[in-house]
């Protein structure tokens, strides 16, 4: 049972720092932000401010130094929401194929079950790798690769989905593309996401809340609701809108004060 | 248009041609090499330049090769060794691959004993044998430790280092899809490391047979190792050469088999 009104994710002044021999690095300081459902962040920052860890403790694979972390109202390590988490490289196990790397995350949980595949398949048929299924894949281009990735994540139904910079390796036009199909999916579906990007147009295009991160240790500098006036937005018509560059430069201007300050 | 397609196939052709003309070179000069050896080792033998008794000569080997094959002896030497050297590198793939994983389950342990492998690996092991006879006996067992102790230690650390250079992102994926440890060994380090375990076993294949050789220099009654050191004694230089000319045969099989074996998964790999 969920319960109305409590947000599907929450950071309660979260640090995070790791050590080696010679010293200790905090890379994340007292974060809190709340993600609702079907909602869309993303985060965007300087380089090593902490936004791919944010999503490692998300994903349970590291522990907190300090604060919580609660997802559904329970502590992290209780919850039983899936979670699905997309990485940079799309890591197809070259030895399988497609539809075997596919079932990969189904396989490890033990739901290859009957309806589980056929979401699977469903999915494959959608975003045209159907005929591909029994290729391995470095007979697929890149875009189809990550295609694949996002196939395999999503074969588990994430309630909440983690995007690590998931289009960086690709082309721009593929991008573009990809980015579109990617948006639409978790639109469709009432995926929650968190995203980290480089690319601040990416971060809007997609996004219903732009968090922008300072340098390291990480804090939260600013929290940017992005809104355009048609509610049945694509990536690729919020990228036209009148009001995009407007929040891209207000975004620009958030990050930019963080590099003069470092400098 | 026409005359453009004709010249591009014939273009084509010629390269085809030329590919294939310099294939049958090589494999002939190859054989030439091979035959004005042959040639070259007989001749002088015959003609008293070299002495046929200790050098002996390409028609006396075929003769005792006739005659070892007919009354059997050969077969039996040649299948001795052979199987000495099987159960070796069956023991050492499985050893080192059994170690490889406990090392990379246990870091900590993998680091507590790695200088204890290293200084085993560097050891010569002909220095060992003598040493493995006294406890074990000449016998087979002492034959097949022996072949195993110069395989084992490098296999156990080469397998071991292409364990840990696993991409740490693919260790990554199947935790985040909430995977054991037990799961990121079966589904990404093992697999990952299967040319690197081919390899590692073209390399064994050939060390067991030295091994299994040396083994039974001084311990054995029967195989190729022991034709040569009783030939050699006994002055019977036929049997010492064609006892390493059928090694050079069996190194030679045992690692094309293994290139097959290798060529057949490169495609999944």
């Known amino acids: 049972m969920k319960k109305l009104g409590i947000p599907l994710l929450e950071f309660f002044n979260v640090n995070y720092s ?79 194929t ?43 281009s890149g875009g189809m690769r990550q295609r694949a990735a996002l196939i395999r994540t999503l074969a588990l139904s994430p309630e909440i989905l983690l995007l690590d910079e998931p289009f960086s390796a690709l082309d721009y036009q593929t991008r573009l593309n990809v980015s579109n199909d990617i948006g639409s999916i978790i639109k469709e579906k009432g995926i929650s996401t968190l995203l980290v990007t480089h690319d ?56 930019h004060d963080e590099n003069e300050d470092f400098s | 248009m026409m005359k453009t397609k004709t010249s591009v196939k014939n273009a084509q052709t010629e390269y085809v041609r030329k590919i294939k003309r310099r294939q049958f070179l090589i494999r002939l000069y190859q054989i030439l090499i091979f035959i004005t050896f042959l040639f070259l080792w007989e001749y002088t033998a015959k003609h008293g330049i070299i002495n046929d008794f200790i050098f002996c000569c390409p028609s006396k ?30 023991i050492v793939i499985l050893g080192s691959l059994g170690m490889a994983t406990l090392f990379w389950w246990n870091q900590t342990l993998s680091k507590v004993l790695e200088p204890y492998l290293v200084i085993l690996n560097a050891l010569p092991k002909s220095a060992l044998a003598p040493v ?36 740490a992102d693919k260790i990554k ?3 985040t899809l909430k995977g054991s440890r037990f799961q990121c060994l079966k589904l990404v380090v093992l697999p990952s490391n299967v040319p690197n375990i081919i390899s590692i076993m073209k390399v064994n294949i050939g060390l067991c047979l030295v091994g ?22 006994t002055f019977k230089m036929s049997n010492v050469l064609l006892s390493i000319l059928i090694l050079c045969v069996i190194a030679m099989l045992l690692y094309t088999l293994l290139q097959h074996i290798e060529k057949k998964l490169a495609e999944y790999f």
């Open chain 2, 173 to 175: 994926l199947i935790k």
């Open chain 2, 212 to 233: 299994v050789v040396i083994g039974e220099f001084l311990a054995a009654r029967e195989g190729l190792g022991y034709l040569i050191i009783y030939g050699s004694q």
């Open chain 1, 200 to 255: 601040l147009a990416e971060a809007i295009s997609m996004a219903d809340k732009v968090i922008v991160l300072s340098k390291r240790p990480g804090t939260i500098k600013s929290i940017i609701p992005i809104e355009f006036g048609d509610n049945r937005r694509t990536p690729e018509s919020a990228r036209n809108a009148p009001e995009f560059n407007k929040y891209y430069n207000q975004i620009w201007e958030a990050i």
């Open chain 2, 132 to 167: 493995l006879i006294v406890w074990l006996g000449a016998n087979k067992t002492t034959i097949i430790v022996c072949a195993c102790s110069v395989a084992i230690f490098g296999s156990i650390l080469n397998l071991y280092t292409g364990f840990i250079s696993v991409d």
């Open chain 1, 98 to 140: 497609i539809y075997r790397n596919l079932t990969l995350g189904l396989e490890i949980q033990k739901k290859k079950d009957a309806s589980h595949i056929e979401m699977m398949e469903e999915l494959l048929k959608t975003y045209g790798l159907w005929d591909f299924r029994n290729a391995y894949p470095r007979q697929l």
């Open chain 2, 61 to 90: 080997l075929f003769a005792t090769f006739v005659s070892m094959l007919k009354d059997g002896s050969l077969l039996h030497h040649i299948g001795i060794t052979l199987y000495e050297t099987l159960i070796g590198f069956v």
């Open chain 1, 18 to 96: 790791y050590h080696t021999i010679s010293c200790e690095t905090q890379t994340l300081k007292d974060i809190s932000f709340k993600l609702n459902k079907n909602e869309f962040i993303s985060f965007v920052g300087p380089s090593g401010c902490g936004k791919t860890t944010l999503l490692n403790l998300t994903a349970g694979l590291l522990p907190l130094s300090s604060g919580a972390i609660r997802i559904n109202g329970k502590p992290r390590e209780e919850s039983d929401v899936n979670i699905g988490y997309m990485l940079q490289k799309d890591h197809l196990l070259e030895w399988r």
